[in-house]
């Protein structure tokens, strides 16, 4: 039996049940691009960043495991903010995860189009389909722990 706080819905559940968002528009070009320029932006660092004025290029430099070390901890950070019901904290603690998560790619020579190829694949399918038909030839080291 889990303990009685993993049933309780969250806050932010809480909130989004009594409230209805519009679908996005999607536009054939906008503000998503700024992710493709985003990803730009930091590649160039990597190549040409001077570390004394540009934080991509410190960041880069210090190696993968520090790369990695600090998009967990913005993950953490988004995830409090998320949990404690801090909207507008949230946001801004999103875009720092989004943009860590970019410096990731750059570091492991992740092209965007990559992701995105794999999430159009995905399209349409359900998660729990898609997961049982993983390929078996990727090797994932990250194995999460299943809550009741
Ligand atoms: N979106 C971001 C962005 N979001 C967050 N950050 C920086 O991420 C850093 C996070 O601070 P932390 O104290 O958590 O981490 P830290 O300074 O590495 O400290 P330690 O963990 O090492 O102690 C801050 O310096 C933020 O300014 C960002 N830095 C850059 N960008 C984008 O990247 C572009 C290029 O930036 P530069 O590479 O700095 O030129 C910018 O024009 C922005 O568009």
Known sequence: MPPPTLRKPSKALRNAESRHLAPLDVPA???????????????????????????????????????????????????????????????????????????????????PEEVWAELVRREGISGIAEKAARPKGIVRAAQTTKLP
Do not use: M
């Open 29 to 111: 070009s906008g503000d998503i691009q700024v992710l493709a320029r985003l990803w730009n932006t930091i590649e160039g660092r990597r190549t040409a960043g001077d570390t004394t004025i540009s934080h991509s290029a410190r960041l880069l430099a210090r190696g993968t495991a520090k790369v990695a070390q600090k998009l967990g901890e913005e993950a953490v950070e988004c995830v409090i903010e998320a949990t404690q019901g801090n909207r507008a904290a949230t946001v801004l603690e999103s875009a720092d995860l989004v943009y860590h998560l970019l410096v990731l790619w750059v570091d492991a020579g992740i092209r």
